[in-house]
């Protein structure tokens, strides 16, 4: 446990391009400004968090409330039900599906979404012949205001690096057998654009209300790792 | 790298100290003191062997906590004891409760209204250009040196290169460029498939003939 508290201070302390020595792992191995053994910053992350987010509130740096609303936000505000909402109307309506993949930005504001990590936004269309897959190599980039946080598996060295490599065995993994004949497109969000996939519309839901096919969709084929499945006879159909 | 390992129906957070990691960086951005590119450029700083050993938001809050230090908002008396300077005065948060809508709605937008000239057009064979920047990039290495087409103009963008470093905005065009990904990956891959990046005018050159042989 101390080394773990030592190692978040190394990396608190040095990050800025120093070199991490072995040495620097033990704090009474090198020497620093500073006494170590007096610091009482808590090995845990959750502690360490806490310990930090408290000095930031009493210094007046940080609203307590702010953060409080920040998580509330994304826990319970913005979500994948934001971009099921825009898929459904696409599927719905074809001018607003035009729209859509013109003038993403200004369609996706029509349902009242936008802002943060979705400033500038693009819609790519999977089709009989064209699947779409959505990745950021680099970090974690996504569409937020339409998906909401990433999962942990998006932002995994796994998927960053593998789906652009071999995107169809990325795709076997998450159940998706592409034909050879689909072409692949895979969009690496390495500037301040950012991707959505409109799915194709399954079979089945002709019959269906904007809001019933909105249930449909799922945050996975709105990435492009899954296709929305037929809804279930006797279901909402 | 190993499987993609997905998780049933996972939390946004999987502990509440991850959330706080989340909001207090986003809270903290607010004074102004970096930017977007700065933040990543920091978590990039990050020793690699710290780095894959760090969970996602542990990253978060060690460039943070450097940032915090560099530009003087605490001081590292400050983190180790956990307690304010008696001599600072206290300050009075950018971000309130309040704001946090017109954040999360408003965003922080990196497009730039300005004119300037295209360095190419849609259609046009470019190659990503084979430079190693020592600072932040959003040059990806397994495009350098390869060749691709102009898919789209996006417009007018900040550049990350120099953001990163407060050098300033740089505003240039970026593009999504195609690759075929048997130009990126050679042979083992699917002649039908492509991979598109988003590339600013300072990371592309014209193609030469010879370079597309």
Redesign the interface.
Known sequence: MTTTRRDFLTAAVTAAGAAVTPGHTLAHEHTHDHDHDHQVVPSDPALRVKALESLLVEKGLVDHAALDALIDTYEHKVGPRNGARVVARAWADPEYRQRLLTSSDAAIAELGYGGLQGEHMVVVENTPRVHNLVVCTLCSCYPWPVLGLPPVWYKSAAYRSRSVIDPRGVLREFGLYLADDVEVRVWDSTAELRYLVLPERPSGTEEMSEAEMAGLVTRDAMVGVAKIAAPVEGGAA | ???????KN?P??????E??????T???GA?GRWNLDAS?F??E???P??Y???????RW???L??LM??TD??T?????????DPR?A????P???E???F?????????RNVQVAACFTVGQTVRARNIHPVGHT???R?ARGRTGTIDRD?GV?LF?DTNALFLGEKPQH?Y?VRFA?CE??GDQ??P?????????DDYLEPARIDSAV
């Open positions: 790298m190993g499987p993609i390992q997905p998780e996972e946004v957070f999987h502990e509440p100290w959330g706080r990691s989340y909001a207090v986003r809270a903290m004074w990543r920091q978590r700083l990050i020793a062997v710290d894959f050993r760090m969970g996602y938001y542990e809050i060690a460039a906590t450097e230090l560099k908002l605490i590292s008396t400050e983190l180790e004891s956990g307690r304010p600072s206290k300050q009075h948060p971000l309130t409760a704001k946090v809508p954040l999360v709605a408003k965003g922080i937008p990196a497009r959003r040059l990806p397994y996006h963008f990350p970026v999504s990904a990126l990956w891959a699917s039908k498939d492509s991979v598109y990046l988003d590339l600013w």
